[in-house]
């Protein structure tokens, strides 16, 4: 078997990757078991009849471009306009849609002001967004070994920015290494409303509110954000597959052992698929440390490899679960607050009143709480989740009329003082029952069964190392040079052996862009 | 001592410093020296401002606040000849971290007994020790660049700024490649991951790390606090290249060879003279009233004071543009440390085994694991006081007899977390003082368990108590939290990093302004070459 290129993976990089150099005219193989194609949007039965999503769903930050030039919308791929997220906070929800409009008038119910502050945020967003968007949207400069061309990138960089007039060039400069907390706090007042603006920022990394430096996440999320998927992590991933293999990208459904740069690589079957141009879709870590012959790294490499920091610290708990039929409330309807297009019945499996999409998180010093145990290997009492209730729009996850719900709980210790042992298991879904329950009433009683994947279990399963799921942790330094500086922009020490996965620029999440961008490199050399 | 008055000779001042802290004191004294007539003006009766010396018991010499020496700049001790004026600094040769019941570990002046000591815990540590000592070495080469010029301002189009980054862009590229990935981690990382990367034993992680936070609200593990880690490898004293030290006679002595370097070249400093504002008029800064009505004019206005107080309160808001007083509202002061001085009949016993009291001479650091200093931090996050708090110890005594009666000694400890907004409100920390004391005097004791027989008598100093003293803000020792998004060319605010304020005629000279806080002396220095520079004076 041989190809122009070989990519290893199956997740929603490898994907865009093989697609873009396919419909280049190259020809592509893409590696993969075939349960994992999908990476961390790939499903599983996790209880009899009942399905997880995967582990990622929010597609927000799936690039724009990327999607018209692949053309996913000719493979089905359809923008949301009505997903909505609700977020719990003590005593009130606030539900946020695509329609900045929609949600300024739900933040105005909590509080006016804020109300106010959030569209200037927005307008702020949208003023900067430009320079900011173009540079995560690029192969990025080598600052730790630049040659001509990355010096002149750093300069037209540099320029942009600049263009955006003295004031807010040198808040860009402010506002990125900050804290979430101090930022939020510029602009807010209510807590719920900052908890649910900081929690996906501050969990991309070893961090949380109080953490200098997460509001680079934040900032990045919120200028490359645009409408969801409609269908999420589950639908952008068959548009893409579609897309692969509508330009001829052919599926091997392999094991990878191990990789010979520059040949080929082999799979656990003995076959071995030669190809001139490998593309790596796994994270850093797994690609040298596991599958390269250790004798060809030089120890230097070896050793920035091993210390790009990949702290998992977010499980997934994963709950079937019995008919909850309509008319249930939500503590905050029952608590007095307007009731009217709270929850929208999903367009999927039942009307059972349950939103799609939920973040609880009271405020931010409880999101800092979750986090502090973490530190001491302790398991948290008060977790923070992020909910994802995928039988709202996908029929085929559940048994008609009952709920999967999946859970991401922040935070998590990858090892536990003690272990994880069964009783430890047992005390964190407790936990986060508990917490789930109390924003939506009658949960628990209802749950059938459920899966707790932690830390080290998603490691496993999803080939995440320490489980983290941005395969990296989103901090300063490894978003500048990621993931380390022979091979920040793709291209590594192996000639013909690229990396497009999370664990490159501009980082992990369901964004495409280092699948796209390693696959332009690709194409240029 | 000095001998200052309280009123001016004259009433009028080609410049007027406020403040006669060590910041102040150096801007007056290289005023001074280029033949200006200035006046810097004091509140307290004292001279010193954070960097100040007490005998706040008869006989024992207090170095309040500050009680450590080491980013002096070796230029300022040159150039206004320091040393003729007093200033003598004794190093400090080791660094002690104690263990109970063990014998803890000492890091000494001499590389081969440091290797030693870290060997006990881990023979991985011992060997690569000294090569990072030799990175951080290198890296701070840079360092002490960007602190001695006044910052880039990155945003500007005037070809003179844009070399200035040029120049710091090419200081960057004369590193290896090595050195500048060394470097992007260090400006970026928290210093317990930074340091992780290199070491794996306790305690040479938390005391290494610890040194990290002083000053910040900030925990181990938070980013951003890697970079102190080169202050460690900076110090200079004597233009050697040596860590740390005290200043013979209490850290004061430095304010007050600044101080008598400044009136040797004709400068005027009064004493009980607090400034109530700054005197304005058509938007130009001539002057400043006094508390007690006297008024006094000058071409120039120059503040010592942080930027909170200096225009919050000395200027006031109805001068200022609107967005400039937002900009001084977002500032962050918030001040995490408190400091408890102790008179002592003799030196505690340690109960570590160790002959002697020469490893108790330099610092002794209470951060027996990662984990204690991260849960200190914790405690404060929420508006407590750390129950098990950090803590850095000096005894100056041992090596400076001259602060204490024969045989007594003095006991400096800098204690970490105190968070100036307790949960109860920051106005309540009187009624708190005593627990706070206690719980740092319960922390020596586990150390040192005769701790409570030696004390004499004690000052504890909240961060509430050092605003009262000192004008500090928030009890922020700095000036203003040293975190990244207030360094440089936005220390203090954005497009007013170049010691300039909004009102003509005023300035600021002091740690609010870059390069920062901590007994450095730049900032003066930098305020004053650029106001010469620039005519601003």
């Keep these: 078997m041989s190809f122009d290129v070989v990519v290893i993976g199956g997740g929603v990089n490898a994907l865009t990757a093989a697609a873009y150099l396919a419909k280049a005219g190259r020809g592509v193989a893409v590696v ?7 990476g961390l949007c790939s499903r599983h039965e996790f209880y009899p009849g009942y399905y997880s999503p995967g582990i990622l769903s929010d597609t927000s930050m799936f690039r724009k471009w990327i999607v018209d030039e692949l053309d996913l919308r000719g493979h089905g791929l359809v923008k949301s306009t009505s997903s909505k997220t609700v977020a719990f906070g003590k005593d009130q929800q606030i539900v946020f849609s695509e329609s900045t409009d929609k949600t300024t008038d739900e933040i105005a119910r909590v509080s006016e002001p804020d109300a106010e502050s959030y ?17 995560l949207n690029s192969v990025p400069a080598d600052i730790v070994d630049p040659e001509t061309t990355d010096l002149w990138s750093l300069f037209k960089r540099g320029f942009q920015l600049r263009r955006l007039g003295k004031k807010d060039m040198l808040e860009v400069l402010r506002l990125a290494p900050m804290t979430v907390y101090d930022w939020l706090d510029e602009w807010f007042e209510n807590n719920g409303l900052k908890a649910a603006l900081a929690l996906p920022a501050v969990t991309e990394g070893y961090s949380a509110p109080w953490s200098p430096g997460t509001n680079a996440n934040l900032l990045i999320r919120e200028v490359t954000r645009g409408p969801r998927v409609q269908g999420d992590g589950l639908a952008l991933v068959e548009a893409l597959e579609s897309a692969a293999r509508s330009n001829g990208v052919q599926f091997e459904p392999g094991i990878v052992d191990s990789i010979e740069p520059g040949r080929g690589v082999r799979l656990e079957d003995g076959d071995f698929m030669e190809a001139k141009t490998i593309m790596a879709a796994y994270g850093p870590k797994k690609v040298f440390l596991e599958m390269i012959d250790a004798r060809l790294l030089s120890h230097k490499f070896e050793q920035r490899i091993s210390k790009f920091r990949t702290r998992g610290l977010t499980s997934q708990l994963l709950l079937a679960v019995e008919s909850y039929g309509p008319g249930v409330e939500s503590s905050a309807s029952r608590s ?11 367009p999927g499996n039942l009307n059972s009143g349950l939103p799609e999409m939920a973040l609880i998180a009271e405020d931010l010093d409880g999101i800092e709480k979750a986090f502090d145990p973490v530190k001491y290997k302790e398991v948290t009492r008060r977790p923070c989740l992020d909910v994802y209730i995928p039988s709202e729009i996908h029929d085929d996850l559940a048994p008609i009329g009952k709920t999967v719900i999946s859970v991401l709980v922040h935070y998590t210790p990858y090892a536990l003082r003690g272990g994880w042992t069964p009783e430890a298991r047992e005390e964190l879904s407790g936990n986060v029952i508990d917490v789930l329950d109390e924003k939506i009433p009658g949960i628990k009683e209802r749950v059938i069964g459920k899966e707790l994947l932690t830390p080290g279990d998603i490691e496993q399963r999803y080939g995440l190392s320490g489980g983290q799921l941005y395969e990296g942790e989103h901090a300063l330094d490894q978003l500048l040079v990621r993931p380390a500086p022979e091979c920040s922009q ?5 000639e013909g052996l690229f990396l497009c996965s999370g664990g490159s620029f501009p980082g992990g999440g369901l964004t495409g862009a280092p699948g796209a961008l390693a696959a332009k490199l690709v194409m240029q050399e | 001592m000095m001998k200052t008055a309280s009123k001016p000779n004259s009433s009028t001042y080609d410049a007027i410093v406020i403040g006669g802290g060590h910041n102040g004191l150096v801007c007056a004294a290289y005023l001074a020296k280029a033949g200006k007539k200035v006046l810097a003006v004091e509140k307290r009766p004292v001279l010193g401002g954070a960097a100040v010396s007490e005998e706040t018991v008869p006989g024992f010499t207090f170095s309040t606040f500050s009680y450590v020496v080491s980013l002096f700049r070796p230029q300022i001790i040159r150039q206004l000849d320091l040393v003729k004026h007093g200033l003598q600094i004794i190093p400090m040769e080791t660094t002690y971290n104690p263990i109970p019941g063990d014998a803890g570990l000492v890091r000494w002046a001499d590389g081969g007994r440091t290797r030693n000591e870290i060997a006990r815990f881990s023979k991985k540590d011992a060997s690569l020790y000294s090569e990072f000592g030799l990175s951080m070495g290198r890296l701070s080469r840079f360092t002490k660049n960007v602190i001695d010029t006044p910052a880039p301002e990155p945003a500007s189009l005037n070809p003179k700024e844009l070399f200035k980054l040029l120049k710091m862009g090419k200081l960057f590229k004369d590193f290896d490649a090595d050195m500048r990935y060394l470097n992007v981690k260090l400006m970026t990382m928290s210093a317990v991951d930074f340091l992780e990367e290199w070491f794996e034993s306790e305690p040479l992680l938390p005391s290494m790390a610890g040194s990290g936070i002083i000053g910040t609200f900030l925990g181990i593990r938070s980013p951003g606090t890697a970079y102190v880690l080169l202050h460690h490898y900076m110090g200079e004293i004597d233009g050697a290249f040596r860590a740390w030290g005290f200043s013979k006679g209490g850290t004061g002595q430095i304010s007050l060879a600044c101080a008598r370097a400044a009136v040797s070249f004709g400068a005027e400093i009064i004493t009980d003279a607090a400034v109530e504002r700054v005197k304005i008029r058509n938007g130009r800064a001539v002057g400043v009233v006094l508390e007690n009505g006297g008024e006094i004019n000058a071409r120039t206005v120059i503040s010592g004071l942080d930027p909170n107080r200096t225009f919050l309160k000395l200027v006031g808001e109805d001068e200022l543009p609107a967005s400039f007083v937002g900009q001084i509202k977002r500032y962050k002061n918030r001040g995490s440390s408190g400091k408890v001085n102790l008179a002592l009949s003799r030196v505690p016993n340690f109960e570590d085994g160790r002959p002697g009291l ?22 404060a996050k929420y508006g407590e006081f750390s129950r098990r708090p950090f803590l850095n110890i000096v005894i100056p005594s041992l090596s400076d007899p001259s602060v204490a009666p024969p ?18 409100g920051a106005g309540k ?21 005769d701790i409570r027989d030696c004390i004499i008598d004690k000052q504890v100093l909240s961060p509430w108590d050092i605003e009262k003293m000192t004008g500090l803000t928030e009890g922020n020792i700095f000036q203003g939290e040293l975190s990244l998004e207030q360094l440089a060319f936005l220390r203090p605010v954005a497009e007013w990093s170049r ?4 009102i003509n005629g005023l300035w600021m000279c002091a740690s609010g302004t870059h390069p920062g806080g901590g007994v450095m002396g730049a900032p003066g220095e930098l305020a004053a070459k650029t106001m010469l520079k620039e005519g601003g004076v």
């Design chain 2, 358 to 379: 020469q490893h108790l001479k330099g610092d002794i650091t209470i951060a027996p694991s990662i984990d204690y200093v991260e849960r200190a931090y914790d405690e």
């Design chain 2, 407 to 424: 045989g007594k000694h003095v006991l400096s400890a800098f204690v970490q977390y105190a968070p100036y907004n307790i949960r109860e």
């Design chain 2, 499 to 502: 010691y300039r304020s909004p």
């Design chain 1, 336 to 346: 007095g607050s307007r009731q009217s297009d709270k929850i929208s019945p999903g």
């Design chain 1, 32 to 38: 993969c078991p075939d349960d994992e194609i999908g």
């Design chain 1, 490 to 494: 793709y291209k590594t020490p192996f």
């Design chain 2, 429 to 449: 920390w009187p009624e708190k003082r005593e627990a706070f004391g206690d719980a740092v005097i319960d922390t020596i004791e586990e150390y040192a368990p």
């Design chain 1, 119 to 135: 569209r200037a945020m927005k307008a702020f967003y949208q003023k900067i967004g430009g320079p900011i968007s173009q540079f």
